[in-house]
DNA sequence: GCAAAAGTGTTCGCGTTACACCCATGC
DNA sequence: GCATGGGTGTAACGCGAACACTTTTGC
């Protein structure tokens, strides 16, 4: 076993065949980047996931990860699908990656009736500000930041996952607190948009958007004088950040109505 | 063991630590029912629910279980939250339901090291045609349905897991085919609107939901005459019921849209 | 100076809401 | 016959969609 070996911390000690994956979505230079991680030795791409420890909340356990692999707490996390097909994983590809950490053969043969075999795994996404992320030094070299049109083949089932997340981030967004976590704490509005944009697949009116966030209430125009020379364009901060953890409150903030 | 342990049927066989829990959402004499399951012999009440065979999708194992106790294939069945938390259950609880099926100690040290363990369980909510619905023989007196306000205490936190179904059914509710699931062939408009009453907790226009139902295109009035003498009230059906299993479709039948 | 992009205001249409009246049923 | 409940229509309101014009920025 060697540093990478995170993945593999205490795996006996962890829930059986059952694990976590998360879809980390965050907003840089215009565009929706997903996290993805890379196990080095076998050039295999997957998401950023793991095990839950015996004594652990499973919520938890992704707060354990994503911290580890990005260095946030208090993030922005929800559970959005459980994969829970008999196939989603080759096995042999477990095995390889199996083998990719250790040389010790008594060593894998012990660990592989942890890994070697039929995993469940519930998809989380995570909505992340790209400027608080500090990659650990460890991870350096395993962490790629992929737009979402360039997300290469990846391990198990996980291109799948990354599709449902986003299909279930369009489907709620309007109950998600996209801006409030992807951006910057001041942002301009024609970024707000490019968010809700990029994350939609579609181009949005800027004009009604603007009114509709301006009068949403949930954002203030911040005063010019602060350090600028140009008023254009104008800066805004969100007001009330108020996230409790485990919270999916933010769906039925809008009251469910058949009418 | 006994003829009730189905609940136990190849528990050994079957993917560790990890269940399932349906909250099964029926509509009968104008109010919303959920099925609870009985264990006999220690008179504790739980959710119908069970376990994930090794070669089986998880999916799959729900439609099993609803199947053996309820009789329906094709059923509207959906995933609305995972229930992780460490100390969920009281393994006292799982200990004496496990004695409670058998008399025999070496079987029960056995069962012990699959049963009385820590659990992580999938919630899954399932909308039913009460009519069409024939309990199994084996479990005649094991099965009972409650309406919301009368649920007893039961098993560990499936009093939270229906909580949470229902949260999710009002957050969802004009994406998800209600009538056409939990209603007769033939029905009629007021008791259309009960259920979203009954669902949703307050009172709906009646003109309104009518006009907004109609308008839809989704249901189709009945002629009069078949064998009816009098006019009213008007009875409808559904028009295509087109359910593919797996389906969560029907949640974005509207499309996301920010504006 | 000119193209690209940011800011703002107005109109239109449709869907939701609110509300009144008529008819059928069944004690 | 009268209370209950079911069926239908209309007007007001509000929000989202469509759209035009001005100002600022930066090459």
Not at 72 to 93: C, E, M, P, S
Not at 134 to 155: A, M, R
Not at 219 to 245: A, G, M, W
Request: aromatic fraction near 12%; charge should be neutral; glycine fraction near 4%.
């Amino acid at each position: 076993m060697n540093t990478e070996n995170t993945f593999w911390e205490g795996l006996n000690d962890c829930h059986p065949g059952f694990s976590v994956d998360c879809v980390v979505v965050t907003y840089h230079k215009r565009e929706i980047k997903i996290l993805i991680n890379k196990v080095n030795r076998i050039g295999q791409w997957m998401l950023p996931g793991g095990f839950v420890k015996n004594n652990e909340d499973v919520d938890d356990a992704v707060y354990r990860i994503l911290k580890d692999r990005t260095g946030l707490k208090n993030i922005y996390l929800q559970q959005f699908h459980l994969f829970g097909a008999v196939n989603r994983t080759d096995l042999n590809i477990n095995n390889k990656i199996l083998e990719s950490f250790s040389d010790d053969l008594q060593q894998m043969e012990y660990y592989k009736k942890y890994f070697v075999s039929r995993f469940i795994t519930m998809g989380y996404f995570a909505l992340v500000n790209f400027e608080k992320i500090t990659l650990p030094e460890k991870y350096q070299d395993l962490c790629h930041w992929f737009s979402l049109s360039e997300i290469p083949h990846l391990y198990s089932d996980h291109n799948l996952i990354i599709e449902k997340a986003i299909q279930t981030i369009r489907q709620q967004i309007n109950y998600l607190p996209i801006g409030s976590q992807m951006l910057p704490e001041k942002f301009i509005l024609p970024d707000l948009r490019a968010v809700y944009e990029e994350l939609l697949g579609k181009k949005l009116d800027r004009r009604n958007f603007q009114k509709k966030m301006i009068s949403s209430g949930k954002i203030q125009r911040l005063d010019v004088s602060e350090d600028k020379i140009t008023p254009y364009p104008h800066y805004y901060k969100f007001l009330q950040q108020n996230l409790s953890l485990n919270d999916i409150g933010s769906i039925d903030s809008k009251e469910s109505s058949i009418f």
